[in-house]
């Protein structure tokens, strides 16, 4: 396949491009860096399988360009704005970042006679959905803009696949973690040890617990799903099979960075206005399909505070 990877240098995207060049697939990023690195990409710099452009998924001459060039089987859309707190204080963010450079692959994959898309979704989608979610819960009441983004798009991807023969997968997945992460709680609690290394300060008060997922084995599952799920539109939930609460990854932060800091609570039940403070997933149909997580939430979350504490220069 030719497949373009939007938000490829993004800390999913780059891992995914990896597999997929690793695979013998032909893969052309597009990303304007803004959340992205390009760094993340240097694997694949000189393979003659990778192509990395610089720029805006919603500029429609850079995707009309790219998709009369290339002629894509495939997109894989991973670009989004990931800072739900961000988009609090500035809904146009994910109004942009999030659903429109959705409508923009869409219309491109339209007007180019592209038929295949992989979207990353999100649990998010559910709102504060109780007990253990499967992909038929509803009513699907998000309480942030980037799940509502997220639900819109998949809207219109399932309105485009009923329209112009498109065939979709569609992924709903929590919290990820691992190496090349740019954001999220283990990512901040690193930075925060880094500049207090006897404090840690955390959000919330701890209790908030949801399931963890490492970055390979949702790439294994998102691969899993495109070569074995056949319907006009694949929705599928991708988790950990545990949880974990947020004190006890903040503990298994601090004992990889030497268990000497303090960990202090702000309080409250969640961590900013559209953070879900419980999430329990149903992924009995991707392990169907014979995959299954090789790290819990636990393993998960350890593996990648040791790489978000090097990368902060924290050392135990």
């Not at 007990?131 to 998949?154: F, M, N, Q, T, V």
């Amino acid at each position: 396949m030719t497949v373009l990877v939007t938000g490829g240098a993004g800390f999913i995207g780059c891992h995914l491009c990896e597999v997929l060049v690793a695979r013998g697939e032909r893969v052309v990023v597009l990303d304007n860096l803004l959340l992205g690195r390009r760094a993340h990409l240097a694997a694949l710099d000189g393979n003659a399988a990778f192509t990395f452009v610089e720029g805006d998924v919603n500029d429609a001459p850079t995707l009309d360009a790219l998709f009369a060039e290339h002629r894509f089987d495939a997109v894989f859309h991973l670009a989004a704005n990931s800072d739900i707190a961000v988009s609090h204080a500035d809904p146009a963010v994910d109004f942009d970042a999030t659903f429109r450079t959705s409508w923009s692959v869409l219309d491109a994959m339209r007007r180019h006679g592209t038929s295949r898309i992989l979207f990353a979704s999100t649990s998010a989608v559910y709102g504060e959905a109780t007990g253990a979610i499967r992909e038929d819960h509803g009513p699907l009441l998000p309480i942030s803009h980037y799940g509502a983004a997220k639900l819109a798009s998949e809207a219109f991807i399932s309105s485009f696949v009923g329209n112009y023969g498109i065939r979709a997968w569609i992924a709903r997945f929590p919290n990820v973690v691992g190496d090349r992460s740019t954001h999220g709680a283990i990512h901040d609690f690193a930075r925060k040890l880094a500049a207090t290394p006897d404090r840690l300060q955390v959000l919330g008060d701890g209790s908030q617990i949801k399931p963890y997922l490492h970055v390979d084995d949702l790439v294994d599952a998102l691969l899993l799903a495109w070569e074995t799920m056949d319907a006009p539109v694949n929705l599928f939930n991708v988790g950990g099979t545990t949880r974990c609460s947020v004190r006890r990854m903040a503990e298994i932060v601090v004992e990889e960075a030497g268990g000497t800091a303090e960990i202090a609570y702000a309080g409250g039940d969640r961590g900013w206005i559209g953070d879900v403070p419980s999430v329990d997933y149903d992924t009995t149909l991707i392990r169907s399909l014979g995959w299954s997580p090789r790290l819990d939430s636990e393993g998960a979350v350890r593996a990648a505070a040791r790489w978000a504490l090097h990368a902060a220069g924290v050392t135990a």
